[in-house]
């Protein structure tokens, strides 16, 4: 490893690793970084060690990942895994803690990757052992091939949540309830982008293909399914022991030692708020996206956003979103002429296009609903540091509306996880009960370091010295 | 729209002076051109310390002490205030021949605040502190506050008091005319008023400039950081050292804020600031000399805000040498917090045309003149 890069790419998902490797080609020189043990990112996590028993029930949108590792592998970029970055800055300085050192490197560029996370929904009971994420079941099926052998009861709304009951029939996991929580309505709102759509009729078939096969696994089975579930519960005194949820006017209760649960998924902006990349709302998603243009270029001349991190839009968009950024900073290093630029830009963007068709209706049909954040005023929201919902609905109540100042107050979002785990939550909050739109608020902000470092290592951290103006 | 008295800056040494200043009957409109207590005083590190405190300084700062046990009554707010006793450590002989000599300068000119205490006392205060530390003055009575909660008080009070306060509303022009001020806003609105105060903290400089009133302030971002909890370490105390730069609040909590003059590079004008992780680096080296046991904690979160400063390290409290009805609060130089309920009487007294109840003459914004 050297100190200093052309570009250093941060996160090695599909579009760190397009991305890096596309430099890497040109000549760049470029360092990827990732807080993994192995390339791949969350879609093609462990890639590079799962047995072929795990590939064949994670299927083909996981292994074409193993494509993704050769391009890269080939045009051998310097990969530093185990690599956790925990300050960025726009003149191209990374922080990161790698074996318990810190350390600083700099680049001309930044590409920063960081993918996308599951958006967090408090709801009674959801800090309770045994309540999980689809996303991180799946993690744990990915990197030891665990699955529960206990009744699990899967809840939420999203392709992921399908694709998981997909892989834990596959695995004969004793399934207890699939509770499905997108509204009925939300299928004739979308409709409208259907037509669009349609442009990918072989991903939406492939879509309708898993749903189809749920459901038939589950009637063979004789899994419960629900569709249009509300208020769902994790009930429990240590441990997770049953799930409540209603639909329509029915009660109903499972017995389960592990719930599932997934609501759609937003960008990771974490790294992207500390250094300074500016966002907007996004009203039928309801996040907060950074503002790139088609190559990830953001406010910040030296910072590139790509990936999942711009806006979900899936690991092969992702892909050619981290081409598409190579190029843009390949051609600002002259590394690219204009006209090369363009000839090689053109089939990629005409690529993500193509495959960006079918998002709008996606987007659409699994929004996150209504009544997502209409959470109970005794549930905690802020785990870090035990803030209720009431407490919140109390102090914006009083008049407050900026999350910044409200965990200023009242600690929520003060912990170590910044309000990663809060934020969403909070803004829903303060919309309900302030009537204040979530892109009139001001987002929360986020302070190095974006992850903890240890006094000793900060202490001993390998930092030239900086010149202080 | 006019009133007797405008107020530029909505921090809390403006929201004080205009609380004072609506109870003694004066029509105040305050411009703030974010949101009340959304700089230093809403985000320092909640610091109410006369520990240190430079001797010009010390009067206002007594006085401040005993204001802040009464702030439920004054502002309905216990703005988070407890005592947490400060004890500022010797670590060699030299330091600690520093202390004695500042408790001996303390007690002639008669404060009994800050009192020497031997090595078996430190460690009864501060039972985690070093081998090498010798001995400490303590200050038993100083404490924390929360800043956003105090900053958002005052400004509350302020309203309850018939103050105007006009948020996101800058002040982008001042001028003197006849018979007052006249200022023009970024809404587009003009304003008249008797007299102006110049609460604007980090711009006070740049503000009083408008005014053909140049002041020697400079702006510079404090910066901070707060570990993980763990509790049982500070056991409640917070420490400062004498011949190093070095700062630990023992928050309430049991997380622990790190400071005591770092600064990181901003740029006033973008109202950007890089926080410098050099200099955190270094607060950790010395902190972990002083606490070993903190080794393990971890880093979770630093930050920092805009102050203004002087060389000299005092503020600017008193009348415009230069123009008159012009008043200046400012250039309190990382330590205004804990002065503010002071600052607030005296400056009213102050633009009231009143003897100040305690002598401002340290406090001339004409002082460096003088000097040079
Ligand atoms: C990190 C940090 C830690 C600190 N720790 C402590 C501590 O522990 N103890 C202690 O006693 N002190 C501490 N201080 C110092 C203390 O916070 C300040 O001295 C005090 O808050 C200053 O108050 P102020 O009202 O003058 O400034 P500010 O709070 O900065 O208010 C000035 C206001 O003026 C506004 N303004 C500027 N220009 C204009 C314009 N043209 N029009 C309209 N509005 C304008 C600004 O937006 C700002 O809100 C610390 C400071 C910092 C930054």
Redesign the pocket.
């Known amino acids: 490893m050297k100190n200093s890069y052309d570009a250093i790419i941060i996160g090695a998902g599909p579009a760190g690793l397009a991305c890096s490797a596309e430099l890497a080609n040109k000549g760049l020189e470029v360092a990827l970084l990732d807080e993994q043990a192995t390339p791949g990112g969350q879609i093609y996590r462990n890639i590079t060690r799962t047995s072929s028993r795990q590939r064949t029930v994670l299927g083909e949108d996981y292994t074409e990942g193993l494509k993704v590792i050769e391009n890269f592998e080939k045009a051998a970029p310097d990969y530093l895994p185990r690599a956790r970055v925990w300050q960025a800055e726009p003149n191209g300085e990374v922080f990161l803690s790698h074996k318990k050192s810190s350390k600083k490197l700099t680049a001309q560029f930044l590409v920063l990757s960081t993918g996308a996370m599951e958006r967090p929904v408090p709801f009674p009971g959801w800090t309770l052992p045994g309540v999980m994420t689809c996303g991180g079941m799946s993690n744990l099926f990915k990197d030891s091939s665990l699955a529960p052998t206990e009744p699990v009861v899967i809840a939420g709304s999203g392709p992921l949540l399908w694709l998981v009951a997909e892989h834990l029939f596959a695995l004969n996991a004793p399934i207890a309830a699939i509770l499905d929580t997108t509204p009925s309505k939300q299928y004739i709102t979308s409709a409208r982008h259907m037509p669009q759509a349609l442009g990918r009729f072989g991903y939406l078939m492939k879509g309708v293909k898993m749903i189809a096969a749920v459901q038939l696994a589950a009637k063979k089975a004789k899994v419960p399914m629900y569709r249009n579930v509300k208020n769902i519960e994790a009930v429990g005194n240590e441990q997770l022991q049953s799930v409540k949820a209603t639909c329509g006017n029915k009660q109903l209760e499972f017995a389960a030692s592990t719930l599932l649960v997934h609501e759609g998924i937003i960008p990771n902006t974490a790294l992207l708020r500390q250094i300074g990349c500016e966002h907007t709302w996004n009203p039928v998603q309801r996040y907060w996206h950074p503002e790139v243009n088609e190559h990830g270029a953001t406010n910040l001349p030296a910072v590139f956003v790509a990936g999942d991190g711009t806006f979900v839009h899936g690991a092969k968009s992702a892909e050619y979103k981290g081409r598409l950024t190579a190029m843009a900073i390949a051609k600002q290093l002259h590394r690219l002429s204009k006209c090369e630029y363009k000839q090689q830009a053109a089939p990629v963007r005409e690529q993500l296009h193509k495959e960006l068709q079918p998002r709008p209706f996606i987007d659409a049909l699994y929004a996150p609903r209504k009544d997502l954040f209409a959470i109970p005023d005794e549930a905690t929201v802020c785990r870090c540091e035990g803030v209720t919902a009431g407490r919140i609905r109390e102090i914006v109540a009083q008049g407050f509306s900026d999350h910044n100042e409200i965990k200023s107050i009242i600690r929520c979002g003060m912990g170590p996880c910044q309000g990663r785990m809060c934020g969403s939550a909070v803004l829903e909050l303060v919309a309900e009960r302030s009537g204040i739109p979530a892109e009139e608020t001001r987002p929360l902000r986020m302070r190095p370091p974006i992850k903890p470092v240890s006094l000793q290592e900060l202490a001993n951290a390998q930092l030239e010295e900086t010149d202080e103006s | 729209m006019k009133a007797d008295v405008l107020i530029?800056?909505?921090?809390?040494?403006?929201c004080a002076t205009a609380i004072e200043l609506a109870r003694k009957k004066k029509s105040v409109i305050l411009?703030?051109?974010?949101e009340?207590?959304?700089?230093?005083?809403?985000?320092?590190?909640?610091?109410?310390?006369c520990q240190g405190r430079d001797v010009r300084e010390i009067p206002l700062a007594v006085a401040a002490r005993a204001m802040w046990d009464h702030h439920e009554q004054t502002v309905q707010s216990d703005c988070g205030f407890h005592v947490s006793p400060r004890l500022r450590l010797a670590e060699n002989d030299a330091d600690m021949a520093v202390l004695e000599k500042r408790q001996a300068l303390l007690n002639s000119l008669g404060y009994d605040h800050e009192v020497l205490v031997d090595r078996e006392q430190v460690r009864r205060m501060s039972p985690h502190v070093a081998e090498h530390v010798v001995g400490g003055l303590a200050c038993y009575t100083d404490g924390l506050a929360n800043?956003l909660l105090t900053?958002k008080a005052y400004a509350a009070t302020a309203e309850r008091e018939g103050v105007t306060i006009l948020s996101q509303?800058?002040?982008?022009d001042v001028q003197k005319t006849a018979n007052g001020f006249k200022v023009r806003t970024s809404s587009g609105k003009q304003y008249e008023g008797e007299t102006l105060v110049n609460?604007?903290?980090?711009?006070a400089g740049r503000?009083s400039e408008m005014l053909g009133d140049p002041l020697p302030i400079y702006a510079a971002?404090?910066?901070?950081m707060v570990t993980d909890r763990v509790p049982g370490i500070m056991n409640g105390t917070s420490l400062g050292l004498t011949g190093r730069l070095l700062g630990l609040?023992a928050a309430e909590n049991g997380t622990i804020i790190i400071?005591g003059g770092y600064r990181s590079p901003l740029d006033l004008e973008k109202e950007k600031i890089w926080i410098d992780p050099m200099q955190m680096s270094k607060a950790a080296k010395i902190m972990i000399e002083v606490l070993p046991a903190l080794r393990s904690a971890q880093m979770i979160r630093c930050?920092?805000?805009?102050?203004?400063c002087l060389k000299d390290k005092v503020p600017i409290v008193g009348a415009s040498t230069k123009v008159s009805g012009l008043f200046h609060?400012?250039g309190?130089?990382?330590?205004?917090?804990?002065?503010?309920p002071m600052m607030g009487r005296v400056m009213s007294q102050l633009v009231l045309g009143r003897e100040p109840e305690l002598p401002l003459d340290d406090f001339r914004p004409d002082r460096f003149e003088q000097a040079a």
Do not use: Y
Not at chain 2, 8 to 14: A, D, K, L, S
């Open positions: 530029v800056g909505g921090g809390i040494m403006g411009f703030e051109k974010d009340p207590g959304r700089h230093a005083s809403g985000h320092n590190s909640g610091g109410v310390r800043p900053s509303t800058r002040v982008i609460g604007t903290g980090a711009w503000f971002a404090p910066t901070m609040m400071g930050w920092t805000a805009f102050e203004g609060v400012c309190f130089s990382a330590h205004g917090f804990q002065l503010a």
